[in-house]
């Protein structure tokens, strides 16, 4: 079942998540009070309306009470911001995210009913700073609150010892769920713990990553 979305505010954050969805086929409802925005989007959504999100009988009018989820782009404007969270919520909508400038902002946001706040200057520069610090870790994948899948390449000092000798586990909270010797190979999955790590092996790990991610980041993996 195709979900229907409404963007409300359409700047480079808003505009490109209209866009994505749009293009994979999603109805996008999408309102923005600058025409220049409202006509970039107009294309890709069901529906590109210039008017002020800030008035709930706009959003009543054009639909808005029968999106599954509202994004709320505008992050600068905090009385926006809060007064489309409002209005959100009295039309009933089950899934609202909104863009935070600071935390000041989420921390309100949060308080007036959004279920999901998102900072994007500062979750990229979080991303960008972990890319940097990594020199094993390839990717990680959260799944909750305590568990993620890490994918990593072996570390040298590992090479030519077995899973069950390196005990994963008790050393880093972390449990193999897969591996592969060549790059370009299948993953093999539920390896034997006599298994021995060969050069440039790829492995793909559960768990805590929070003490395994410190010893990568400090090149101190053993």
């Known amino acids: 079942m195709v979900k229907t979305v409404g963007v409300l505010g359409l700047g480079v954050f808003g505009s490109t998540i209209?866009?994505?969805?749009?293009e994979q086929h999603?109805?996008?409802i999408a309102v923005d009070?600058?025409?220049?925005?409202?006509?970039?989007?107009?294309?890709y959504v069901v529906q590109a309306v210039q008017g002020n999100f800030t008035d709930i009988e706009l959003l009543r009018s054009i639909g808005f009470s029968n999106c599954e989820v509202v994004v709320i782009g505008t992050g600068s404007n905090l009385e926006a911001s809060v007064m489309a969270i409002m209005n959100c919520k009295k039309l009933g909508i089950k899934r609202i995210i909104a863009k935070a400038k600071?935390?000041?902002?989420?921390?309100?946001m949060q308080e007036m009913g959004a279920h999901e706040i998102i900072r994007p200057e500062k979750q990229m520069?979080?991303?960008v700073a972990r890319n940097i610090m990594r020199n094993n870790i390839?990717?990680?994948i959260t799944l909750d609150d305590e568990n993620s899948i890490i994918e990593f390449t072996a570390p040298e000092r590992w090479i030519g010892r077995s899973l069950k000798?390196?005990?994963l586990r008790k050393k880093y909270k972390i449990n193999v769920i897969g591996m592969k010797s060549d790059p370009n190979g299948k993953l093999a999955i539920n390896v034997p713990p006599e298994e021995?790590?060969?050069?440039?092996?790829?492995?793909?790990?559960?768990g805590k990553p929070e003490t395994f991610e410190h010893l990568d980041y400090t090149d101190q993996l053993k």
Not at 33 to 43: A, I, S
Not at 103 to 108: A, D, G, S
Not at 196 to 206: D, L, R
């Open 26 to 28: 999603y109805d996008v």
């Open 102 to 108: 600071n935390r000041t902002h989420m921390e309100i």
């Open 125 to 127: 520069g979080d991303k």
């Open 196 to 206: 021995k790590i060969k050069p440039g092996s790829f492995i793909v790990a559960i």
């Open 33 to 43: 009070k600058d025409l220049v925005d409202v006509n970039r989007v107009e294309e």
């Open 138 to 140: 390839l990717d990680v």
């Open 165 to 167: 000798e390196m005990d």
């Open 18 to 22: 209209a866009t994505e969805l749009g």
